[in-house]
Nanobody, 113 residues
Framework: VQLQASGGGLVQPGGSLRLSCTVS????????MGWYRQAPGKQRELVAR???????VYDNSVKGRFTVSRDNAKRTVYLQMNSLKPEDTGVYYC????????WGKGTQVTVSS
C-alpha cells in the first residue's frame, strides 16, 4: 500500500491549506484514517482521524480549526486547515490508525510570516 500526501506549502499565520492523501489500494475503505504531524525535532503525533463511516476525532490543538474528511470512492482523505498557527508547522502524513502502512514522504506545511 502506498500513501501519497499533497497540498502543503508556506502560508502566513491565519491562512488556510487543504491537504489530500490518496491510498493506492481499496483496503483504504476498511480502515479509520488519521492525519499525523511531525514538527521539527518532535515525534509524530495524531492530530485528526476519520472512521469508515465518517465519525471524526480531533486533538485539542487543532479542534475547531481543522476538518478531516474522506472520499471512499477516490480512496482519499482530506485535511482542511484554517486559522493556521506557527506551531502547526511540520510534515503531515496520513495513515491508518492501527498498524501503519509505509509512511511515505508526507507533505511539508510551514506557517510563518
Amino acid at each position: 500500500v502506498q500513501l501519497q500526501a499533497s497540498g502543503g506549502g508556506l502560508v502566513q499565520p491565519g491562512g488556510s491549506l487543504r491537504l489530500s492523501c490518496t491510498v493506492s489500494h481499496n483496503i483504504f475503505n476498511q480502515h479509520t484514517m488519521g492525519w499525523y504531524r511531525q514538527a521539527p525535532g518532535k515525534q509524530r503525533e495524531l492530530v485528526a482521524r476519520v472512521s469508515t463511516s465518517g465519525t471524526t476525532v480531533y486533538d485539542n490543538s487543532v479542534k475547531g480549526r481543522f476538518t478531516v474528511s474522506r472520499d471512499n470512492a477516490k480512496r482519499t482523505v482530506y485535511l482542511q486547515m484554517n486559522s493556521l498557527k506557527p506551531e502547526d508547522t511540520g510534515v503531515y502524513y496520513c495513515n491508518r490508525v492501527t498498524i501503519p502502512w509505509d509512511w511515505g514522504k508526507g507533505t511539508q506545511v510551514t506557517v510563518s510570516s
